[in-house]
């Protein structure tokens, strides 16, 4: 570990600094799973057992951290011989932060994966699987479960090009090899919010092959997502499409943010408000069972 001195602490650990380094092959290719946290004692611990505890052996762990104040770092510390590396420093967001990962994986044909102190990978053989059934794509992405209070849903299918207008990858179920960030440029920060979304959309304006895997690759929770938050994540995600799209395409996607995106938050916001929430997702979650239980 080292300290510099100064206003800003900076310290970093793992297994680099004592001169191990993984590597991969073209049967075997190296993952590089980062994750990126700031102020997350309570959820970090989970995440890097869930990591850690991959059957993909040839796999490498990054932690990039924002200059945590909590104990984070202390439990970094004390996985300091199984994490490959991490860091920790201030920064200026999680996009930054998230660039700087990108820039610690040094084998360009290594996958890289972000996971970050929210998301859960969705079983121990989960990496293996995607890389087993990814057929060598430079871009290989799968399922996510998103929960949202008692509901949860399953989301994520094969997309093309002109589909991401209206939607996107789920993140945290994408496998990016790291030269495709040479080639299509790191994450832009300035966007608070869309900035993965609008990475994914360049991956596949660009000459870049993709594999939609039908496997459940991580969970993510909402964590009571805020009016504010999502009504910003739309308007950053019509910039991306305008700047992405044409004629058509570009219509169809302003409109789908338009006419579901917003309405669907904003009533959700109401019902948080009157408190009818919970009621409106066990409905959907009896409506959804009772659905599966008559259908043929």
Not at 7 to 26: I, Q
Not at 135 to 148: E, N
Not at 266 to 276: C, Q
Not at 281 to 287: E, M, T
Request: proline share 3%; glycine share 8%; net charge positive.
């Amino acid at each position: 570990m080292t300290v510099r001195p100064g206003t800003v602490t900076r310290a970093d650990g793992g297994r680099r600094t004592r001169g191990v380094r993984r590597a991969g092959s073209e049967s075997r290719p190296l993952v590089s799973i980062v994750t990126v946290v700031l102020n997350r004692v309570s959820h970090i611990e989970e995440t890097i057992l869930a990591i850690l505890g991959q059957s993909y052996r040839n796999l490498e762990y990054i932690v990039v951290d924002g200059g945590s104040t909590d104990g984070t770092v202390d439990i970094l510390r004390r996985y300091d011989d199984r994490i490959d590396y991490w860091v920790s420093e201030p920064d200026t967001g999680i996009y930054e932060a998230m660039n700087k990962g990108i820039d610690l994986v040094t084998d360009r044909e290594s996958y890289v994966m972000f996971a970050n102190s929210d998301d859960r990978l969705f079983s121990p053989q989960v990496v293996e699987r995607i890389v087993g059934r990814g057929r060598g794509a430079d871009l290989v992405y799968g399922k996510m479960q998103v929960t949202d209070g008692g509901a949860s849903r399953i989301t994520g299918r094969e997309v093309a090009f002109n589909d991401l207008a209206g939607e996107t990858l789920n993140h945290p179920a994408t496998f990016t090899r790291r030269r495709v960030f040479d080639l299509v440029g790191k994450f832009d920060t300035s966007y608070r919010i869309a900035a993965d979304y609008d990475q994914i959309v360049r991956c596949f304006a660009h000459p870049v092959t993709t594999q939609f895997v039908d496997e459940i690759v991580s969970r993510m929770s909402m964590h009571g997502t805020s009016e504010a938050q999502f009504r910003l994540s739309c308007r950053e995600r019509k910039r991306v499409v305008r700047e992405h799209y044409r004629a058509v395409t570009r219509l169809s996607g302003i409109l789908s943010v338009n006419l579901y995106a917003l309405p669907r938050s904003s009533a959700r916001y109401w019902l948080a408000r009157t408190g009818l929430l919970d009621r409106w997702r066990a409905l959907k979650g009896f409506s959804s069972g009772l659905w599966h239980w008559i259908s043929p």
